[in-house]
């Protein structure tokens, strides 16, 4: 039986929620240049897919976090992800914006929650990590215990790796990177001469492909 993490890579390359194109490289909204683009906001449009990210991440919740009281997505590309594992788990559910609203009640944490309870944030995708531990930060200045993160795929950045150690917020996701590769050159996504590439991309992304 496939693991977890290569059977997640493989199916966000099936959907091609993952495209790797290092000869082409992509650019992200950061000037970065990346051989690889993760939407995961695609395998929502799979029900097969998404069922297994729902049930995968609520078996872990389960096993790593029973005391879980509620479930918070991180927006945008985390919320409905959040709402099924909470609904799966029969848990409350927030979600926490990139801002506080300028309008209205001004709230950055929307829906219900009590001071104290204890919470599981869902992400959908780590890079360096830095929006996803604002959301951590805003959750616990609410007075929210957090209990740590689960996310669907990560780079594996040494940036993020040192981001989360230092914020003290515990991390668990579903796939990452070197799954990713190793998967790829099995399904003739990549040879052999691209690897290189790839994993060089991974130690200093700022400054590949430039």
Known sequence: MMETDKMIASLLLDIKAIKLSPDKPFTWASGWKSPIYCDNRLTLSYPGVRNVIRDE??????????????????????????ILVAEKLDLPFIYIRPDAKKHGLGNQIE???EAG?????????ISTGGSSLAAVASL??????????????????????ENFREADVKLKTLSDYPSLLELAIQGGYINEDQVASLEKWRESPDSWGK
Not at 63 to 75: D, F, M, R
Not at 117 to 125: A, F, G, M, N, T
């Open 57 to 82: 991440f609520a078996g872990l919740c389960r096993q790593l976090y029973p005391e879980a009281e509620g479930i918070a997505g991180v927006a945008t590309g985390a919320i409905a992800h959040g």
């Open 111 to 113: 829906g219900y929650f």
């Open 117 to 125: 309870h204890k919470y599981l944030v869902i992400e959908d995708l």
């Open 140 to 161: 616990k200045e609410a007075g929210i215990n957090v209990l740590g993160m689960l996310a669907i795929f990560t780079y594996g950045f040494p940036k993020a790796e």
